[in-house]
């Protein structure tokens, strides 16, 4: 009598140990510092995107600016300042809906706290270490903020004419 085809109880043991070792060896190439660090660079592009919606909404400049000792960014109006330090002053505009004041007034960029062992190690955007979109939502200038974590960077650029922000890897 001829046995029935199909594998062994030890082939199919062998081949899943193989795919195992496999998948952990896959597994282990993307480690934490990878994660981090493309978070961080996502949370980057995202203030870059709301600094440019709020400019649009608004009707104003606005933009986002990096702290390099601090590691921080914050948005900011076309001077500088943070819009929460010149409340008085736009308030006395008297362009903007109190919709549009508050929600210019309350929004925070995710890297106000920092982000945490990511170290922004360049902001350039024409020698400036901030990007200012204007109310057509286009940026001051073209630029980048590049993001370091151990061996590895990120930059996430704005382009100059478009306002598109990408991020890019080595």
């Known amino acids: 009598m001829r046995a029935a085809p199909g ?30 660090l493309e978070t961080a660079a996502r949370q980057v592009a995202a203030d870059l995107a709301t600094a440019q919606t709020l400019a ?19 948005f900011v109006l076309a001077d500088g300042t943070p819009p929460r ?35 922004i190690t360049v902001a350039d955007f024409d020698d ?3 990007v200012v979109f204007d109310a057509d939502g286009a940026p001051s200038a073209g630029g980048l903020f590049e993001l370091a974590l151990g061996g590895s960077w990120l930059r996430v ?8 922000i990408t991020t890019t890897a080595p």
Do not use: K, W
């Open 128 to 130: 400036d270490a901030q």
């Open 157 to 164: 650029r704005c382009a100059a004419a478009s306002g598109r």
């Open 56 to 74: 649009m909404q608004c009707r104003l400049p606005v933009g986002l600016a990096a702290d390099l000792l601090t590691g921080r960014t914050t």
């Open 7 to 36: 594998f062994t109880l030890i082939e199919l043991l062998l081949v899943l140990t193989i795919m195992a070792i496999l998948a952990g060896a896959a597994v282990s190439t993307f480690d934490g510092d990878d994660l981090e």
């Open 85 to 119: 330090a010149a409340e008085t002053r736009l308030r006395n505009l008297g362009r903007l809906s109190p919709a549009d004041l508050e929600r210019l007034l309350s929004a925070q960029s995710h890297g106000e706290r920092g982000y945490g062992a990511v170290r």
